[in-house]
């Protein structure tokens, strides 16, 4: 009988296809011969390997698949003749491994060739043989250098043969939805296959797991970047692939919602909500800090899969599986200890608004120094002086703009309440220049005002903004992004402050629920809202970019009542910066269409949850109702953020019934 050593070189160094396909047949095992690395595989040239500097056609796109299956089972097909040359490499590698792991590494190979056969059976019928399509080494590349059996394990079994589990069946269901029942019925097989081969691997990790150590822990050691578990899940989350094939619950649970760059230098969030007073030079407040470390997480919404955001701690397991049993699954969330990205590539920095403190923060971690913001971006001074350049001519449909005034000394501030007591104004609102979220506002009647804290204000920042005190009815934020030309509109939400001015809640979906009808009927004749918020941006996100501005940002815009008649202030404030606006924005995609839905920021004791229920529609998962935490509630937490949806959502703002 053949030695199994012999076998496995036929594989590796024949470049036939023909001889890589001969069934293994009856074997032994008596002269295993010693180690040997393989640089690469032998190929004909027809099948040879692209080198990176041909072009590769792309995968095809499910709305092309029927036209471009011949495409899809050739990508199939050379995973699966990758896979065969990468168990005889590991054959040939590790001559002294267990006799009962080569057995197993043979029996798997056995199955692996019987699907490169069934894949070459079908592309044939589709008029297609392995070597139209350019041919990557992808796998061969990151596996062939295993140094161990753990490795391969970690590598072949546990992640590319388990993240064919979600794409083995994630196939299967689309060919059979486009009438393919052939392939679909190879596909089938084929999952049923990787069960058994990824129970291989699970046996073996629990057989070399050090004493002390769970399997996700052997399974990361068993891994060397850019090999991470990101690897190990495909389309979808088969969870009941994966729990047959003798993964443990934790394993899954770990697996489920790891997230981590698959090669793309990762842009790295953080939550700095104090930016704004930082940018002056003030230190933040505790209760600053304090919503910092709480809703740290909150960048994660806008950030991309593959991204990190910097946290104060790790976030529980617990957490993020509850935020992924609604189909919201959140990026690398990475505790933000000094050096902590010191070894990684990383892209961009992206911080809520541009500080000295953020920049320090980033750079402490091993991140890239973020893009500056000149200060004065962040001044409610700037803002006011962008609303008398843009807003001139507006005056039809917002009356009480002329009375917002910059003070910078007590004549000014004179001058300012004598207009305000010539239309008619009894009150007022005091604005520092600098301040977040409604912080550093005084309401006061006209003369009665806070004397200690003007005198502050201008002796650190310099002026004070005074506004008439209106009616407010109801308030809009457009959200956009600013880049090298101008800015690019993301959408509009409504929102709402608490009793103290303060930021309370967004819509994230249905912005003019509970508003009265005579306002729907200002905002929408002639599209005044839409088209104001459209010009103001253009305007607005031109004057940020020249002042070197780059990044998130947002117009808020107000509706307010003078007697029977309505008004619009179409700028009240600028946010350079990323806002809780753009975070129910990047929400939407998590709620069913036509569902009502509301994000907002509550004291952690007020908050009131509701067990949510899901629906999937296009294989997506989405919230149908429910209250849930989308930022980590722990002892010491003061602030949580919270996704209403549906009827247990609660909007408590001007306007509203």
Known sequence: MTQLRELAERIVFSPSLADKLVPLGRWVDTDPGSGREVSMPARASSIAICTSGHTRHAFPALNVLARERACALHYFANH??????????????????????????????????????????????????????????????????????????????????????????????????????VTASILERI?????????????????????????????????????????????????????????????????????????????????NPSCEEEAYGAAPSAGAMQLAADLAVLPAYLAAEDDVVLVPQAVELGFLNKLADCGICLPELVP???????????????????????????????????????????SKVWSCELRNTFQVGQENFDPLAALTRVCRSPAELEAAVMACEAAGVVGVVLKAPFGV????????????????????????????????????????????????????????????????????????????????????????????????????????????????????AGIDSFVYRMGDALGLRGISEVNARATMGHVALALRKHVLPGVPANFAIQHAGAVKLQTPSTAERDGQVLLAHGAICLTPRRRETRFTAVLEVGDCYRRKGPGDF
């Open 80 to 181: 699966e003749l990758l896979a065969v040359e990468l168990m005889a490499l590991a054959l040939l590698r590790f001559p002294d491994a267990p006799p009962a792991f080569r057995r197993a590494i043979a029996a798997t190979l056995r199955d692996e060739q019987i699907h490169v056969g069934l894949y070459l059976k079908r592309m044939e019928e589709c008029g297609c043989t392995l070597g139209d399509y350019s041919l990557n080494g992808f796998f061969w590349k990151h596996i062939s250098s295993m140094q161990s059996p753990l490795d391969y394990i970690a590598r072949l079994s546990l992640t590319f043969e388990q993240a064919n589990l979600d794409y083995a069946r994630h196939y299967q269901q689309a060919f059979a939805t486009i009438g393919d029942s």
């Open 191 to 271: 999952y049923q296959d990787e069960i058994a081969h990824v129970r291989v691997g699970a046996t073996w990790l629990d057989t070399w797991r050090d004493e002390g150590e769970d399997d996700w822990q052997t399974y990361q050691r068993g891994l060397s970047y850019p090999m991470t578990p990101a690897r190990a899940k495909g389309i979808g989350f088969n969870r009941e692939g994966r729990t047959k094939a003798g993964l443990s619950a934790g394993f899954i649970e770990h697996l489920r919602v790891y997230a981590h760059s698959k090669g793309r230098p990762a842009t790295v969030w953080l939550f």
């Open 336 to 378: 933000a200890a000094p050096g902590a990205l010191a070894d990684r590539v990383t892209g961009d920095s992206t911080p809520w608004g541009w500080s000295p403190q953020a920049d320090q923060q980033l750079l402490a971690v091993g991140a890239r120094s973020p893009r500056a913001a000149p200060p004065v971006v962040h």
């Open 437 to 552: 979220a409604g912080r550093g506002n005084k309401f006061c009647e006209l003369r009665n005002f806070p004397d200690r804290w003007l005198q502050r204000v201008w002796r650190e920042q310099e002026a004070v903004i005074l506004e008439a005190a209106v009616d407010v009815v109801c308030e809009f934020s457009a959200l956009f992004k600013v880049h090298d030309r101008g800015a690019r509109m993301l959408g509009y939400t409504r929102f709402g402050a608490d009793d103290t001015g303060q930021y309370s809640w967004s819509a994230v979906t249905r912005s003019f629920d509970g508003i009265q009808a005579d306002v729907r009927r200002f905002l929408s004749e002639g599209r005044l809202l839409h088209r104001t918020q459209r010009q103001l941006v253009k305007q607005v996100g031109a004057a940020l970019a020249e002042q070197g501005f780059r990044g998130l």
